[in-house]
């Protein structure tokens, strides 16, 4: 199969993060006779530097005409520290998920067995912690009209809004997620509050008589923010609104073990983009340090979601999981910084058990 995937790295640890994950694409691509294509284009903050757009034009045309997305992080210190900034390396990434209409990000935690000493959590509460969530991605307080300050400077706001249109498809989705997993979905939202979540509510029990096979909960979020590391096993599929999702899986991480290990898929309108879920690490960029796995391991979502190659997709996790059963990991998952691996050792490791 011939695979044509855009690459945008993007800032920080992104290059490096990516260049591994593409390392690992091309083994496997080869032990199993793709022709893997790639291009790369620019996005967030590099991109405000050469062009002065975050997602300029000719890295959306690349990502429509592409199979398939992988992308790494943007973000830089130099406009988290200025408010006044008129543009920002984070709008190109929510200019990229909302012209490529991806309502929807996939996700999954899972607990590797061998770094369940690695979360602050006690083992017996994360083993076999095994969900996903779904984060609505172009709706809701992130893109929500108006936005912004009142004349004087004095006053800001943000607006949360949803459509009917919007609250159906995403729930559709997870209603359809849980169906293949094990019928259980936690529709996660502020619905004492916000009317917002009142909308998502209404609609999600409108739709429960054609998912007859799958138990849906209400949760909200303050309860599901502690819930999730109470006791994460209880969940199997939970769907919420842009922010909250936000919110919730950076929490969730800490059940894996590191952030460094999410990955995820933003799936819709037009092409995918498989992306970690942690963001630019600025202060290891350019030290060979960060750990690759979550973008190893959004390459393994790029291989099952796009082109339903979901042996390819198999044999990345295991050497992803083999890699930290032998302790081939990078510093965020050591005790002894000493014992550490390089991102580029990491990457090395995965990629000679694959051509194994
Ligand atoms: C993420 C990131 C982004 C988000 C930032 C970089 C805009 O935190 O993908 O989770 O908030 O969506
Ligand atoms: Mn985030």
Known sequence: MRLNIAVLAGDGIGPEIVGQALRVMKAVAGKFGHELHTEEALVGAVAIDATGNPY?????????????????????????????????????LLAMRKKLGLYANIRPLITFPSLLDKSPL?????????????????????????????????????????????????????????????????????ANVLATSRLWRQVSKEMEPQYPDVEVEYMFVDNAAMQLIQWPKRFDVMVTENMF?????????????SLGMLPSASVGVHTSVFEPIHGSYPQAAGKNIANPCATILSAAMLFEYAYNLNEEAALIRKAVEASLEAGAVTEDLTDDKSKALTTSAVGDWIVQYILK
């Open 122 to 190: 006690k083992t017996d509460r994360i083993e076999g912690a095994d969900f996903v969530a779904i984060r609505e991605l172009t709706g809701g307080l992130y893109f929500g009209q108006p936005q912004g300050r009142s004349e004087n400077g004095n006053t800001a706001y943000d607006t949360c809004l949803y459509t009917r249109e919007e609250v159906e498809r995403i729930l559709k989705l997870s209603f359809e997620f849980a169906r293949k997993r094990r019928k259980k979905l936690t529709v996660v939202d502020k």
């Open 56 to 92: 300029p034009d000719a890295t959306h045309e690349l990502c429509m005409r592409s199979d398939a997305v992988l992308f790494g992080a943007i973000g830089h210190p130099r406009f988290d520290n200025d408010p006044s900034a008129k543009v920002r390396p984070e709008q190109g």
């Open 245 to 257: 999702g936000d919110i919730l899986t950076d929490e969730a991480s800490v059940i894996a073990g």
